[in-house]
């Protein structure tokens, strides 16, 4: 029953639907016009192609031989760039060693210049020592017997005031001119009685000043140093006190009647004591301040000494000066030991050690004209003849 039902639908919807409507087919053959325009599109569509393959060809081609120059213009700039460096180096190196030239040539002419100056200042001394000794070999040829006598009065007389003023040496000084007084009275030359005069004016004045013994100074005054441990310094053990040391107690137990008598002897004679003095007391003296005193005495004696041969006048009175202020003093001079050494310092303080000496000797300045002129005049006369 369903089937039938099925079927009676669909003849119902079959005729229902409307018939289609077909059109009429007519074939239209192609134009001629389109076909070569198609031709000519697909004509450019390959030419185009072929274009773009060859465009990409050639821009491959000139790309690779743009990079092969690109890389070999690199490689001719970093050779001259390497060229141009090393060009910089040498020329730097050429700059170096030119300067070194030059500084060695200048220190080489430095060199050459100060040995030039030396060579010319030998030969300045050299014609210097040339003329002297032209000059000496005239003087040896034109000069007198009588010249190289003055010559050797020049000496002594020259020796002489070395004498004096280097070696303090007095005798010697008259003793060598007196020698050449001798040799100018030996020339027996009436024009020389003025140089003669000062001679003997200059060996007086020697003679007028005070003797020096500075030797003799020394050795008195080592005597007393010697000496300074036997004074007696004030202020030491009064003679009670002594004497009390000397009767000392016993410390045997033996002995305690004998040491009871003296104890009581002592403080019976010392409870009520009455001593005159009629000089100054004088607090007691430690052995240290004892030993002070002598060693500042013999330094005193010292100075004294050390200024005698420097002739030091005022040294030497400040020291002997301060000896007997000391000796005055702290020291006992009713002993006849200190009372002799106190004289003795005294006497010594008047001494002079120091002497004004010339400051030059009149013969001198004379003799050396005297010979200056008889050197000119002998020249004059060789150089005439």
Known sequence: ??????????????????????????????????????????????????????????????????????????????????????????????????????????IEMEQINSQLQQVQNENKLYKTDIQALQRTLA?????????????????????????????????????????????????SDSSLSVLRSMLLDDINMLEALPKRDPDGLVIALSSLERRIDKLVVLGGETAQAAEKKATGISTDINDWQENLAKSWSDFVNGFIVINKRETQLQALLSPQQRWYLKEKLRNDLAKAEFSIYREQQDIYDIALHSATDLLKNYFDLTDNTTSHFYKTIQELGQRKISINYPDQLKTAPLLDRIIQQRVQKSLAAGSAE
Request: proline share 4%; aromatic share 6%.
């Open 1 to 106: 029953m369903t089937e039938n039902k099925a079927s009676n639908e669909l003849k119902i919807e079959e005729k229902i639907v409307m018939p289609k409507k077909t059109l009429p087919q007519t074939d239209t053959p192609a134009s001629p016009k389109n076909k070569k325009s198609a031709k000519l599109a697909i004509f450019i569509a390959l030419l185009s192609l072929v274009l773009l393959f060859v465009a990409l060809v050639l821009g491959g081609y000139f790309y690779q031989k743009d990079q092969k120059l690109n890389a070999q213009q690199q490689l001719q700039i970093n050779h001259l760039g390497e060229q141009l460096s090393a060009q910089v180096t040498k020329q730097h190196k050429q700059a170096e060693y030119g300067q070194q030239l030059q500084s060695n040539f200048k």
């Open 139 to 187: 003087e040896a040829r034109v000069r007198h017997p009588n010249d190289w006598v003055l010559a050797e009065v020049e000496y002594l007389v020259s020796l002489a005031g070395r004498k004096i003023w280097l070696e303090r040496d007095i005798p010697t000084a008259i003793a060598l001119l007196l020698t050449a007084d001798k040799r100018i009275v030996e020339l």
